[in-house]
């Protein structure tokens, strides 16, 4: 899953980052009010984690402005401020959860974790569409409750896909939720990856795929 990390202090913003890192998240960092709503404007990520104390800066007008621009990704916002009204103030600006500093990054990520779920409409670690069940703690897919051997890349745009079941994503969205605008290749290798992904459904669904092309304009995974 992409987040982004809006951290003014790179120092904190690479150990938090390496700590996201193994816990299966890609990072990306914005160290500034400015940098991270033009990486907003032209990304697309799953979740964003906000520090409410930027240098010279609120973390407030980074959501509010992100908000504006009708990001509705969630945001978990960051902040060593145990003052209830600030709590209330960013949960009234558009935050879906708060988190205290210090914090330890088990529960950082369990947040994130749960309000990716919650927004894409799943309760459970683990999304089920018929036969088909990933666990997006372990990363890992089950086919008839037999692994399902896929790549990295490839699990990851299935699971961007079963995460918004139902509606269309771009190619640029997937590229854009896969790779997040490091070393990003063109957007024809979206397509293989969708193909070798039904390739491997289809073989064990006696030919059917949940992956539906939606001409012009991208892909859909339905039940």
Known sequence: MRLLLVEDDRLMAQMTSALLAKKNF???LAHSKDDAIDILRNYQ???VVLDLRLKNECG???????RAMRVTCPFVVLSGDL???RKVAALHAG???YV????KVEELAARILGIIRRANGHISTCLEHGPLKLNLEAKTAELAGKPL????KEY????????RAGRILSKDMILSLIYGGIDEPNTKIIDVFICKLRKKLSDALNGFTPIQTVYGVGYSFRA
């Open 149 to 152: 051997t896929l790549t990295r």
């Open 60 to 66: 407030l007008d980074v959501l509010s402005e992100a």
């Open 100 to 103: 205290t500093k210090p914090f």
């Open 156 to 163: 990851q745009v299935l699971e961007a896909l079963m995460l």
């Open 83 to 85: 003052d209830t009204d």
């Open 26 to 28: 890609k990072v990306t």
């Open 45 to 47: 990520f799953d979740a």
């Open 95 to 97: 935050a879906d959860d």
